[in-house]
């Protein structure tokens, strides 16, 4: 069997979420028979050697050395052998091209998506862009630059209520699991909101507040699709807290939908998938506007959340493949097996 470089952690401000991740990674393809080799990448960036006992992992043990151009993994003296890499790296530095790129200059395969489309979907303004122009249906937003926000923050506020209206969700444009999201109804709170969210990046994206049920679809390379999936909320709006600390919210899968519905989330899912350019996995949210816009794409996570009570591989257990099986077949796509 392949023996599997598990990389988890990362700089981002989702390391947590990353952590929880791999330990479920780990469990799933030790138990379909692979060698799993955890390593954590430290918030300051630095490499070591993981205790698969502890759990959620932690980025901490013997520094570890990755060679560029070579791609060799070593550990003080020891060389540590590997075939491909499961990187469970989610948000900036691990999901948005940085990372892929290196797999690609040392010429290790990888699971996941390559370096333009994890950069494009990444970027919540680009992607947007890239759907409208596809002829996808998406809902209104606007992109806040620090730039244009520092030198009139006051005519910017005002002019993103008149034309998005209130309420609206301010977030970075290149983060994820939540954080740095903010529900604004006012315009103070709107001033605020792009000011959390500028303190993640130099850009701010500004999004209507639809009203309506979140849908998810997972995808596999081909593109394969999963039956949807979808959140059951117990508070206002799906926040970090609610996707990964509490029980306020659940998911279902299959999603209650007509199969009309089912068809058609699907079918969106896959040309989201294909127009960034997509391979491997990724998961495709999406707002169900019953009885108004139908459903509007939301974004596309190319490493979804992996922890037990993450969507997308529950998504793929209600289609008929466990969590195992599907780690060990993104194992595959990557090693071109399957």
Not at 9 to 19: P, T
Not at 165 to 190: D, H, I, M, R
Not at 201 to 226: M, T, Y
Request: aromatic share 8%; glycine share 10%.
């Amino acid at each position: 069997m392949p023996r599997v470089l598990l990389l988890f952690g990362g700089r981002s401000a989702e390391h947590e979420v990353s952590c929880t991740s791999a330990v479920a990674v780990h469990e799933a393809l030790t138990s379909a028979a692979h060698q799993v080799i955890p390593v954590g990448i430290s918030r300051d960036g630095v490499w070591h050697m993981a205790d698969a006992g502890r759990s959620p992992f932690q980025a901490v043990g013997r520094p570890v050395t990755w060679e560029v151009p070579g791609g060799h993994l070593t550990a003080g003296a020891d060389e540590i052998g590997f075939d491909v890499v499961f990187p469970v790296l989610h948000g900036p530095y691990g999901e948005d091209g940085t990372m892929q790129g290196l797999f690609e200059i040392t010429g290790v395969p990888y699971v996941g998506c390559g370096v333009l489309a994890s950069a494009l979907a990444m970027d919540k303004d680009t992607a947007k862009r890239l759907f409208a122009a596809a002829g996808l249906p998406v809902a209104r937003w606007e992109v806040v630059s620090a730039d244009a926000f520092d030198t009139g923050p006051a005519a910017v506020v005002s002019g993103l209520v008149e034309r998005l209206q209130l309420p609206a969700f301010v977030k970075p444009n290149a983060l994820g699991s939540s954080v740095g999201v903010t529900k604004v109804t006012t315009e103070a709170e709107l001033k605020e909101g792009i000011e959390i969210a500028l303190a993640y990046g130099p850009r701010a994206i500004v999004e209507e507040a639809v009203r309506g049920r979140e849908i998810e679809v997972g995808v596999l390379e081909g593109p394969r699709v999963s039956v949807p999936g979808e959140i059951v909320l117990e508070v206002e709006w799906y926040d970090y807290d609610a996707k990964y600390r509490d029980d306020t919210s659940r998911f279902v899968a299959p999603a209650l939908l007509r199969q009309s519905q089912v068809a058609e989330v699907q079918a969106l899912a896959a040309r989201a998938f294909e127009v960034l350019g997509c391979r491997s996995m990724a998961r495709v949210d999406f707002f169900l506007e019953e009885g108004a816009r139908g459903f509007l794409l939301n974004e596309v996570n190319t490493i979804p959340g992996f922890t037990p009570i993450s969507g997308f591989p529950k998504m793929w257990q209600a289609s008929g493949m466990a969590y195992a099986d599907l780690c060990d077949e993104l194992v595959n796509i990557a090693l071109g097996t399957t």
